[in-house]
T-cell receptor, first 114, second 113 residues
Framework: GESVGLHLPTLSVQEGDNSIINCAYS??????FIWYKQESGKGPQFIID?????DKRQGQRVTVLLNKTVKHLSLQIAATQPGDSAVYFC?????????????FGRGTSLIVHP | DSGVTQTPKHLITATGQRVTLRCSPR?????VYWYQQSLDQGLQFLIQ???????AKGNILERFSAQQFPDLHSELNLSSLELGDSALYFC????????????FGPGTRLTVT
């Protein structure tokens, strides 16, 4: 597949382990945060989002945690599977009235070993 | 398969040339978004169209333009190409006027030589 980025931070885990991918965002006024997954040779795929008035949101096998005090976002993947291997990146956007166009992070490469 | 199609998959062209990238959104989606993904800049939003009208504009160069046709497919036109325009160009679609839950196509890999 095509490479979408070089020298990305890499997280290697064993199949079945839980994975935690971290993201530091830049704008304390950001109101909305999104996680995307991008497999090799494919376009990004929406995973989960969270508003700034929440500190935790759960989806299917994924949990996003938001710490506004330190401008930190994390994505937890439970029982990681080989199919979870991909680049994961977060995005932030401003509240209504500001620009809702997202600013994307550079991403973290997750490698799941069977 | 997201349901979004993009053509061509690969495009190689020379500096100074003009190319057109095409995108067909998922059936029923009215919004089309264009993104550029390069190794040094990461993923960047370029422009959005909703039901034929330009809705939002990001870091899109003046040499680039886009349009959405009545059948809702969209084209991104890149002109006076430079080496730095080499990148992956993604199209995404959603049903509403803006959604972060966008469905991305497989991308067009543009190489400018």
């Amino acid at each position: 597949g095509e490479s979408v980025g070089l020298h990305l931070p890499t997280l290697s885990v064993q199949e079945g382990d839980n994975s935690i991918i971290n993201c530091a965002y830049s704008n304390s006024a950001s109101d909305y945060f999104i996680w995307y997954k991008q497999e090799s040779g494919k376009g990004p795929q929406f995973i989960i989002d969270i508003r700034s008035n929440m500190d935790k949101r759960q989806g299917q096998r994924v949990t996003v945690l938001l710490n506004k005090t330190v401008k930190h976002l994390s994505l937890q993947i439970a029982a990681t599977q080989p199919g979870d291997s991909a680049v994961y990146f977060c995005a932030e956007s401003l509240p209504p009235g500001g620009s809702y166009i997202p600013t994307f992070g550079r991403g973290t490469s997750l490698i799941v070993h069977p | 398969d997201s349901g979004v199609t993009q053509t061509p998959k690969h495009l190689i062209t020379a500096t100074g040339q003009r190319v057109t990238l095409r995108c067909s959104p998922r059936s029923g989606d009215l919004s089309v978004y264009w993104y550029q993904q390069s190794l040094d800049q990461g993923l960047q939003f370029l422009i959005q169209y909703y039901n034929g009208e330009e809705r939002a504009k990001g870091n899109i160069l003046e040499r680039f333009s886009a349009q959405q046709f009545p059948d809702l497919h969209s084209e991104l036109n890149l002109s006076s190409l430079e080496l730095g325009d080499s990148a992956l160009y993604f199209c995404a679609s959603s049903s509403g006027s803006w959604s972060y839950e966008q469905y991305f196509g497989p991308g067009t890999r543009l190489t400018v030589t």
